[in-house]
Structure formats: C-alpha cells, structure tokens
C-alpha cells in the first residue's frame, strides 16, 4: 500500500503539488491535449471565458462560488472527451479600480490632479499588476483548471485594439453619436455612470407641499425647483378639465412671479398627491423625456459639484443640503407653502462604487443608439439584435424565469452613456481639431488635434470579451473553433451589465451569439442572510478557509443543494463537514487498497458474483443518472447524489458487508467483491473530480491501474453495460 495511506490525508501538503503537476502537464490547453493525443482535433468543443474579476483587491467567497461551478463544468467536459477551452482573465474595472486609488492617495494627502493624468495612471497601474497577481494565486488555491497560455486583460493591448474597432465600426454605421442628453452623473466620483450601476436606498425625508398659482404641487426637493416652468396633469383628469395644454399662466414662485405654460400628457399619475406636478428637464429622467416629446425649455439649477448655480440667486454656490430648508423658509414666507410631510420615505440613487447621491444632469456625451437601423443587418436595431436570439432560443437562460427580467430591460432600454470621466480606462478614439471630429484607429499626423479626455464605460470592452479574448479583429483559429462559447456562468445581478452587452456586442460586431447557454447563480450571503461583501465587514477570505480545511471541502459546501438562480447562506459548518467527507474519502482508499494489494483492476474481468452485478447495476444506474444530470447542468444534485452513494451506501453499507466475504475463504465471491471493490473506487474517483480535483486526483495517482495518465484528462465513466448488469 502506498505510503501516503498510511498518514491522514492533509490538503496543505497536497493542493499546491498537485496543481503545479496539472500547470506542467499543460492539459488546461486544448491544443495540448490534442497534440498528446488526449484529444481529436476533430472532437466537439466546450468553451467558457471566465467573468472577469475585477482587479481592486482580493476575491471573496462570492467569486469562489462562481469559480467552483465554472472548474466542475470544465473539468467534466474534458472527461468526457471534447476540446475544452477556459479563458482566464481580469478586468480593469475603471470606476472601481481608479475610485480605490483615489482613496488610498488621500490618505497620503494627495489628489489625483496633484501628479496629473500619467503619474496618476502610473500609480492605478502598479495596485492594478498587485491586485491581479493576488487574485491569479487565489484562483490557483481555489483549484480552477483555466488555461493561462490564454490570459487576458480587459486593458492590455489586444483589448485595446479590439475596442477601438469596434468603436469605429460602430461610429461609421451611424451607432455611436455625441449628443446632449441626460445622464446620471456622480457629484462625489465626477464622472457619468450607467442606469445599472445606480444603488437605490430607501431614505426618510421631508415632503413639501406648495401653492403654485391656482394648483398645488409636492416635492422632496424643492432646491431644483428654480426653472419650473411647466405645470403638468393627465388630460383625463376632471378636477383640471377647465386648463388647456398650451395655456399660459403667471404664477408666484421662489424668486418672483414666472410665466408657466400647461402641459397634459399622459405620463402623470392622477393618483399621486394631487394629480399635478411641475417638470425641471435637466434633473429628472422622466421630465427630460416630456421636455423633449414638446420641445420645452431645459434649464441647468445644480453644477457638477452638487452646488446651486445663479438661477438660484442668493443661494447660488450653496451645496443642495444646506440650502433646502433655506428655500422653504422662502416659500413659506410667501405664503405658499401648504404642507410638510415629515415621514416620507423615497428611493434615493446613489452611485455603487462611491456612494454619493447622484444628479441627473443634461450633458455632452457620447451614447450608443439603441433603436438606429443598421443597414448590414436588414435594419434591424440592437434592441432586435438583443432579443432575437433569447426569444428563438438559439440562448437558453437558467433558470428561464429570467427570460422575461431580460425581456423587460431590453423594452425599456434607453441609449447607452458610453463615456466616462475617468482617466483610467480606454481613452476615447475620436479626436478634435477646431469644430472638425475626427474617429480613427489611430491618432491624425498632422498637428493641431487633441484627443477626447474621456474614456470608454468599463462595460464596452467587457461586452467583447467572449471573442476579444479569442483573438478578435483578427480571424483566428480560436476564433474559429471556440466561438460562440458554450455557456456563460455569472451572478443574476449581471443580466444587464454584461449578459446583455455582450449579446449585443456579438450579434453587431460578429454575426454570432456569445454563448449558447446562460447559468445564472446566486448571491452569497453570510449565515444572517446578508450579502456578502468588504464593505459590510462580513467578507470571508476563501484562503483563509482553504488554509484551514482545504479547497475541496470548501468547494463541495459552496455547490451541493445550490441550484441556478437561487441565494445561499454560507456556514462553515457545511465546509467542517465536507472536510470529513474528504478524510471518508481517503480512509475508504485505504480500505479497498490494503484489501486488494498487490491486485490490479481488471476491466475484462467477467465472473461477478450476482450479488455483485447487482451493486453494479445499482452503480451503473447512478452513474447514467449523473452524466444526463451534469449536460443539464443540474451539478447541484449530483454533488449530493454523489456524496450519498460515497458515504451512505458504499461506506457503510457495502464496504461493511465486504468485510466478512474478504475474510472468507470462498475464492471466486472474494475475487468477484474485490474487482468490485476496485472499478468502484476507480469510478467514485473520476465523478468525483470535478467536484473534489485535489483529493480525487492524489487518489489516483496511488490506484493499481496500468497506462493511467493525470486524472484530469482521464475519460467519465459512461454507464455501459451488458443485459445482465455486467461491466462491457
């Protein structure tokens, strides 16, 4: 018996060896795999890219979960003979990344404008290199069979360049335009961010109500009041069937009597308050889009800073806080407030990375239209793009309830804010000379143009990962025989960020979907059933655990029972159990192989006992049932079936029964349990590994099986057998 057997099985000393051994065998690489004959190159494909993590720190149980799920995929579908492809990669993640050195600079005193735009990105470079070779040894603890010959970086140079083709294709077909519209704007990052990375915090709040001429109108903010001069009410409501859409009106207000002009539109709700409401265009969403469908006037009150402007009179460069109640007491001192409401309670939007509450503001940015027929494909919009392959089903989204969560966004989908006021990230191609634009690949020769400060949402260059990362503008081998991906697996929170972004980026850019199938996974929350995270002080350093119990219990705790879609509650309980499992695992080994020593495994044995084709049948069964389960992606249940068999009834039951016949003196039922004992043990170990890699993969290496390679590239155990339950 292997000498290893004799201690018990110890992680620490075994996880770091045996990945090194897979990282030399280079079996992560597909074309490895076929040039050693591992492989056809003519075998189907399974590929999957890796959600990028992004490179502002460590990652959390969250990202090990998604990561475990994605290495049991991989790893199965390598077993069972395909050409298996996991690209790894990190994101630059600007908004987050640059946010983070920001603040670590105001620690030391300094601001970003005090080294200026190179020095700075000097800087946001060298934590972005650390984080990354942090995470890149986290990923390797955790187990994960990616082919690192195939790193990428959502900012390096391939990237780069694969972002400003896209950009210019997109420009040159009319997609990209630069325009005044409105956006959400972050007074505390200074910089635009999208409609999907606003944090909506229910808050307490006053909420005032106001005489506005003949009418009364309620606010929570009445600090943007300043230009409203529209008065809005449903054309259907009769207590104001006497006012006329167009009419004018002169009413008192804030800083003297106005002009107001009526507006009825549809878009009001009769029900709230009292059915009518003033609009202030540059500071609302919903009033921009009424101003725009009647060509009303538009009016700046709040700066970029959160500061009222000269509108404001004598509360201009006063921040909006401090002159709220002011402004009231204004009102009230003309008589024409009517109410406050103390206990009001609205959703306020705030910016995920920095916290602060944001404005909306009218400003010049560049966007993506949405609704712009494109003629190279039969003047469909990306919105049709979009839709089209979840609806036909050429995507498959697991669990399908997201379906219509996808359908709805997409419906509502306004034009895509592309530019950020960053200085990290992917500087803008389009440069300016004078009132002459100029979008290239690269900058003009001549003198005279400067190029756009701005730089590209993080989510543009994320959108072409499936096929940037394969080698995309050009047309490569990888592209060719890796693409569309097999399946995407990320966290529900992502439909929009991502998923959809890089259907759409696919469709336009390549004529192909991204993937063909969409497992969306929950979020993991502590044992409260709060969300994970650094900033709740709740976060667990997989590394940590790992230390302690090993990668495969940890593993094996996140993936069993958890379905697609669905939340988990984190408790280190179920990792100690697990690790148990581990030690169950090895202890059987032990058993079967000091039983059996100096015995090999023989596939063409044939005279079992008929108790013993019954087990086999039993195991036969289970291992069919598994290899549908796991193309169903329902790993979930076969982690738990798994651990059943292994423990409940291959341990303590039928290696308990085997005792007594390997103690008997009945050679042909000996012989017969002992070739059982062994193809089970060899088969347990290989529906094991995707789940269990470390611990299955030790095993292995000590199992009496002749012309055996790694067990990572080692074929699934199809259930093949014989009418009379006889191994084929």
Not at 78 to 91: A, E, F, N
Not at 329 to 343: H, M, Q
Request: aromatic share 12%; charged share 30%; with cysteine.
């Amino acid at each position: 018996m292997d000498e290893k057997l004799l201690k018990p099985y110890d992680p620490k000393t075994t996880e770091e060896r045996i990945y090194k051994l897979w990282e030399e065998s280079g079996f992560f690489n597909p074309d490895i795999c076929v040039e050693k004959k591992i492989v056809n190159e003519k075998s189907n494909y399974f590929s999957i890219i890796l959600p990028p993590p992004n490179v502002t720190g460590i990652l959390h149980i969250g990202h090990t979960f998604e990561d475990a799920i994605q290495d049991v995929l991989v790893r199965f579908n390598r077993m069972q003979g395909k050409k298996t492809l996991w690209i790894p990669g990190t994101d630059h993640a600007a908004i987050a990344t640059q946010t983070k050195v920001e603040k670590l600079l105001e620690k030391e005193g300094i601001r970003k404008n005090d080294l200026g735009r190179e020095e700075f990105l000097k800087r946001v470079n060298k934590f972005a290199g650390e984080s990354h070779d942090t995470i890149i040894k986290q990923l390797k603890r955790i187990g994960v069979s990616l082919d690192w010959s195939r790193e990428a970086f959502t900012l390096d140079a391939k990237r780069n360049f694969a972002v400003r083709t896209a950009f210019k294709q997109m420009y040159d077909d009319g997609l990209i335009y630069r325009g005044h519209r409105i956006v959400n704007w972050d007074p505390k990052g200074q910089t635009v961010i999208s409609d999907d990375e606003l944090v909506y915090e229910e808050r307490k709040s006053k909420f005032y109500t106001f005489k506005y001429g003949p009418f009364e109108i309620s606010t929570a903010r009445p600090e943007t009041k300043f230009g409203d001069k529209y008065v809005v009410m449903h054309p259907d409501d009769k207590r104001y069937k006497e006012w006329q859409h167009g009419q004018k009106i002169t009413v008192e207000w804030i800083n003297g009597p106005i002009e107001a002009t009526v507006i009825k539109d549809a878009m009001i709700d009769m029900e709230f308050g009292t059915g009518v409401m003033t609009i202030t265009p540059w500071h609302s969403h919903e009033d921009f889009a009424l101003a725009e469908k009647y060509k009303l006037e538009k009016e700046q009150i709040i700066d970029k800073y959160g500061k009222l402007l000269p509108i404001a009179e004598e509360f201009a460069g006063m921040k909006i806080n401090d002159a709220r109640e002011k402004i009231v007491e204004k009102l009230k001192a003309k008589g024409l407030l009517v109410s406050i409401d103390e206990n009001y309670v609205h959703r306020i939007a705030t910016a995920e990375r920095t916290g602060g509450v944001v404005e909306p503001q009218i400003m010049e940015q560049w966007f993506i239209n949405v609704n712009h027929p494109i003629k190279s494909k039969n003047n469909k919009t990306l919105k049709e793009l979009m839709m089209e392959p979840v609806k036909d089903g050429r995507i498959k989204i697991l669990p399908d309830r997201f379906e219509k969560v996808y359908y709805n966004w997409i419906e509502n989908l306004r034009d895509w804010c592309i530019s950020r006021q960053l200085w990290y990230g992917h500087r803008i191609p389009v440069w300016y000379k004078g009132t002459e634009i100029y979008c290239g690949m690269e900058a003009p020769k001549d003198e005279g143009w400067a190029q756009d400060p701005d730089t590209l949402d993080t989510w543009f260059s994320s959108g072409l990962w499936t096929f940037s990362t394969l080698g995309w503008p050009e047309k490569t081998k990888d592209l060719e025989n890796f693409h569309p991906t097999t399946v995407l697996v990320t966290g529900y929170e992502l439909i929009f960020f991502w998923m959809a972004r890089m259907i759409l980026m696919s469709q336009y850019l390549i004529d192909q979907i991204p993937f063909k199938t969409v497992y969306f996974h929950g979020i993991v929350r502590d044992i409260g059933g709060k969300k994970i995270s650094k900033s709740s002080g709740n976060n667990i350093d997989p590394i940590d655990v790992i230390n302690e119990y090993g990668a495969d219990a940890l593993r094996m705790a996140l993936i069993v029972g958890v379905g697609p879609g669905n939340d988990t509650k984190f408790d280190m309980n179920k990792v100690k159990a697990y690790k148990h499992f581990a030690n169950k695992i090895w202890n059987i080994t032990r058993f079967v192989l000091s039983n059996t020593e100096n015995i090999k495994y023989d596939e063409k044995f044939s005279d079992y006992t008929e108790a013993d084709k019954d087990l086999i049948n039993e195991r036969e069964t289970l291992i069919q049932e598994i290899t549908k389960e796991m193309d169903e992606y329902k790993f979930y249940l076969v982690s738990e079936k798994i651990y059943q068999y292994v423990w409940t009834r291959f341990a303590d039951v039928i290696i308990e029964d085997s005792k007594a016949i390997l103690l008997g003196s009945d050679e042909i039922v000996k012989n017969s349990r002992i070739q059982f004992l062994l193809g089970t043990l060899i088969k347990i170990t290989k529906i094991l590994h995707p789940f269990m890699p470390f611990i299955t993969e030790e095993i292995w290496s000590i199992l009496p099986i002749p012309n055996k390679n790694l067990l990572v590239v080692e074929k699934w155990p199809y259930s093949e057998t014989t009418s009379d339950g006889q191994d084929l």
